[in-house]
């Protein structure tokens, strides 16, 4: 609307906001979730609820026989796949967010549930399985050493487990060959970097292929080994800056680049399950971008593209390689399930994640970017209240955590929030993010509070500058590394912001190094370079940690823990609550004790975020939905 002041100046006014989207909808469970095609293409799994926990689901393709064929009564089930024998679920749980994961197997006949991995404090990966060995699986367990994963073999059918190959104390990765051999491994090193070790078959001697050194690490690593084991597919960023797709040959070292670019990281590859050929890759720019190898696909990809304008992938895929299972996010919408019929060129539309999002206005979310303060080009995202006029906003800055990933273009249910409730969504994929190449990255070694922090701050320049932001209602608000952010924005920079929200941030980064799970241990080198050694830097890392100056805290803060948290122990909430505490500096405290590193049970997330929903519209004039 517009309208006419009295000295006669257009004044704009932004429309009446829509109705508020109840919390229930945003951060609840989903309706239906997490499609995976059973191997023989008849079935379809699904994550649905089941008396509001997330439990898996079965039913016949085309049919309507839905039936739970899982009973979890706790946190629920997120993490699930099928058995290559077409008989059995797998899942993995742990217990109230320890992270210790065990494995359990459902019969799909006769609807036995059995504990594959029946042992106390011990954390089981998955690692591989295929079509050709139905019956095998092969996966790793820290059981005889809490800081080493050994390989074991599982006998689906028996369940027996049988050691295969002994952790010999440095390696962070097992890689498997196509007939399930080991016969690859990432080895840890003392400068931060890793081995990439190969073997001719799974009882040969080791020997080096290469070295990723610190610097190429995180963009560097192993996809895996062609069909024939002659030769693998690797992510290489020895001698450019972002990590490109190549294939090598194991007896002579010869590289060949298949996929790259000069900014962005290979992303996401696309394999023939039969061939395991490159079929196609990804790069993750401000939206997802596909780079089709094999022109077998190239037909399908074009049809993909026209069922839905969403960014894709392909999420499953049965044995004949005839139906593939994709989902489809967007920004201002739930995400969208399909299962495509590769021989029909037809796609047929199975379920949205949250179909009552479209009974509700969502907003758009813009890419952005800004130069920080020594001249890096920082990317990001903001989402606006919908029908706003872009002036004056209140903002909340939403730092991911990490910090070594990123925000994506897609459906947010933060930013969604945020955005409902009158506030824009600001999101900075600040240096240290992942995705941008190895130097951006790298930019934010040593850089905790430091410049990753600056870029934060410049970004809330930038929005000021711009006259989007109101400069006296902005929050900080983020999880993990965004909680540490958020500690960080109300220690060291409280004039900027207006409030602080931190959920299971780290507050001490000596006691946080110190606390990590013990099989993190083989990683230690590269968290010092990337953060700090406390037993060398012991004065770097004070002056890095909010805790010790906690003090000069000028700002309300809402801080959010989980009792069993293995990665950010409760004690760096307490520690820094303490503090409060004795200084009377306005703080709200939320422990939850079934839950660990976020929030997995939807009562916990709906209490939190109805907490936080009243602590924003306090400080930022916001909306908030009743209880």
């Known amino acids: 609307m517009i309208t006419t002041g009295a000295a006669g100046a257009v004044e704009k006014r932004s429309p009446a906001p829509p109705p508020l989207i109840p919390r229930e909808i945003l951060f609840g469970n989903p309706v239906n979730t997490s499609p995976e095609i059973s191997p023989d293409g008849k079935k379809l799994a699904y994550l649905a609820p089941v008396k509001n926990v997330l439990n898996v689901w079965v039913r016949t393709i085309g049919g309507k026989d839905d039936a739970p064929v899982t009973r979890d009564t706790e946190r629920g089930i997120r993490r699930y796949f099928w058995g290559a024998d077409n008989a059995h679920i797998l899942y993995l749980q742990d217990a109230g967010g320890n992270e210790n994961w065990r494995l359990f197997r459902v019969d799909l006949k006769t609807s036995d549930t059995a504990d594959l991995t029946p042992f106390e404090n011990v954390q089981v990966r998955v690692i591989e399985h295929n079509k050709d060995f139905p019956n095998d699986l092969i996966i790793s367990m820290n059981k005889d050493d809490e800081k080493l994963h050994d390989v074991y073999h599982c006998d689906l059918t028996t369940g027996a487990l049988t050691l295969v190959e002994k952790n010999p104390g440095n390696v962070i990765e097992w890689i498997i060959d196509a007939r399930l051999k080991v016969r690859g491994a990432l080895a840890s090193l003392s400068d931060g970097g890793f081995d990439l070790l190969v073997r001719k078959d799974d009882t040969g001697p080791w020997k080096k292929a290469l070295t990723w050194d610190f610097e190429d690490s995180s963009s560097s690593g192993a996809v895996g080994f062609t069909k024939d084991g002659s030769g693998m597919f690797l992510l290489d960023s020895r001698g450019v800056n972002a990590g490109q797709l190549v294939k090598m040959d194991l007896s ?11 900014h962005y990281d290979v992303a996401g590859v696309m394999r023939n399950p039969d061939t395991y050929e490159i079929e196609a890759v990804s790069f993750i720019k401000e939206r997802i971008e596909w780079l089709v190898f094999d ?6 990809f074009n049809r993909i ?23 489809f996010s967007v920004d201002n919408g739930a995400v969208a399930f399909y299962l495509y019929d590769r021989p029909q060129k037809k796609g047929r539309f199975l379920f949205y994640h949250k179909p009552e999002l479209a009974n509700y206005k969502l907003a758009p979310m813009e890419p952005v970017k800004f130069s920080a303060r020594d001249g890096l080009v920082i990317h990001g995202y903001i989402t606006y209240p919908p029908g706003a006029v872009k002036k004056a906003l209140p903002v909340v800055l939403n730092v991911h955590g990490g ?17 409902n409730r009158g506030y824009a969504c600001f999101q900075v994929n600040y240096r240290g993010s992942s995705g941008y190449g190895k130097k951006f990255l790298n930019a934010g070694n040593h850089e905790w509070g430091g410049k990753m922090h600056d870029d934060l701050i410049d970004g809330v320049g930038w929005l000021i500058k711009k006259g989007i932001a109101d400069p006296e209602r902005i929050a900080i608000f983020g999880g993990s590394y965004g909680g540490y ?63 010790f100056k906690a003090a000069d805290i000028k700002i309300p803060l809402l801080i959010a823990q989980g ?12 520690q820094i609550v303490k503090v409060l ?35 924003l519209a306090k400080y930022l004039s916001g909306r908030f939905e009743e209880d």
């Open 252 to 262: 002579s070292s010869k590289r060949e680049v298949l996929a790259s670019d000069a």
């Open 295 to 300: 022109k077998r696909i190239q037909d399908d």
């Open 305 to 327: 593209k026209l069922l839905h304008n969403g960014d894709f992938r392909v999420t499953s895929r049965n044995d004949a390689d005839t139906l593939w299972v994709l989902s």
């Open 403 to 419: 910090p070594w990933v990123r925000d994506t273009w897609g459906y947010d249910a933060e930013a969604q929030w945020f955005a």
């Open 485 to 547: 952010a958020a500690l960080a924005g109300a220690a060291f920079t409280p004039e900027v912001f207006r409030c602080a929200v931190d959920i299971v941030g780290p507050s001490n980064l000596i006691t946080f190094i110190a606390s990590i799970p013990a099989y993190w241990k083989v990683l230690i080198a590269d968290l010092h370079k990337r953060v700090g050694n406390p037993e060398t830097e012991h004065d770097f890392l004070v002056s890095r940690s909010p805790l």
């Open 563 to 574: 009792a069993n948290d293995p990665r950010v122990k409760k004690a760096e909430s307490e």
């Open 581 to 615: 505490s004795e200084k009377g500096i306005p703080h709200e405290y939320m422990l939850f004790p079934d839950e660990g590193h976020g929030f997995a049970k939807p009562q916990n997330r709906l209490k939190f975020y109805a907490a936080a929903e009243r602590f």
